[in-house]
């Protein structure tokens, strides 16, 4: 029976049929980022790589965030090809060595991730790449209470990020300049006029910070993975629109 490839190795097959495609493109001087024959494959190739990414995403921050931001230069439509070239070459690097020792036990799939990591990359904010891979790797090692806590940080830092970059943060600050807690923060984000926030978002958000809330502060209460479960897809959701609303993505 022939050895099942890892999806690192997997990942380093695709980043040379990538830079192949990446040479063809300029010898016969057509776009990556139009809508042409190469562009339409890069696009293929990205969420390929996108895939396999969600696959090897453990936990150590450090490698994560690197390889997201490494994965969203090399397949990035805009990016000129002497750029393409340094990534392509730091990308192979990161995999060949650092990622090359990791086995198929150690690599997570989709189903322990609660947030997409190459989303958090986009954001081009180290912090929430901090953020969510820690919140990812609690979920995986199933420290749930360590997964509600940094699930409540990442929502607080998403939505004060929407209002930072909308020049509006003053909306949830104090008379003394500083953030609102966490329960009127939320409640000024629903009734924020500048934006209309999706039904799941406003139905979303009160569940997402008691949970955080009972595992930061309740004395006698454990989250457990059943907890987290059920507020999963209300994670995705509730984040994703904020970063949208800050532009991020």
């Avoid at 890892?6 to 990446?22: A, N």
């Avoid at 696959?55 to 490494?70: C, P």
């Avoid at 999706?198 to 910070?209: D, E, F, H, I, Y």
Wanted: aromatic share 8%; glycine share 6%.
């Amino acid at each position: 029976m022939a050895k099942k490839t890892s999806p690192s190795e997997q990942l380093e097959v695709l980043i040379d049929e990538t830079w192949d495609l990446v040479k063809k493109a300029r010898k016969h001087r057509k776009s990556l980022s139009g809508d042409n024959f190469y562009g339409e494959k890069l696009a293929a190739l990205r969420s390929a790589a996108t895939n396999l990414f969600k696959e090897m995403s453990v936990y150590d921050v450090g490698d994560v965030a690197a390889l997201a931001e490494m994965i969203e230069a090399v397949y990035s439509g805009e990016i000129d090809y002497d750029d393409r070239f340094a990534a392509v070459k730091n990308l192979l690097h990161e995999i060949r060595t650092v990622w090359k020792v990791r086995t198929q036990t150690d690599v997570p799939n989709e189903s322990d991730s609660i947030f997409p990591m190459v989303l958090l990359a986009k954001t081009r904010r180290g912090y929430l790449s901090t953020i969510g891979a820690q919140m990812n790797g609690s979920y995986a090692k199933g420290w749930c209470d360590g997964c509600a806590v940094m699930m409540r940080r990442l929502l607080e830092a998403s939505i004060i990020e929407a209002f930072e970059e909308r020049g509006i943060a003053a909306n949830i600050k104090n008379n003394v300049d500083e953030y609102v807690m966490l329960t009127e923060m939320i409640d000024r984000a629903m009734a924020e006029p500048s934006w209309a926030l999706s039904r799941v978002t406003k139905k979303a958000l009160p569940g997402l910070r008691d949970l955080g809330h009972q595992s930061a502060h309740g004395r006698r209460f454990t989250a457990q993975k059943s907890d987290i479960d059920r507020v999963r897809g209300d994670v995705r959701s509730a984040i994703e629109e904020f970063l949208h609303l800050a532009g991020f993505l």
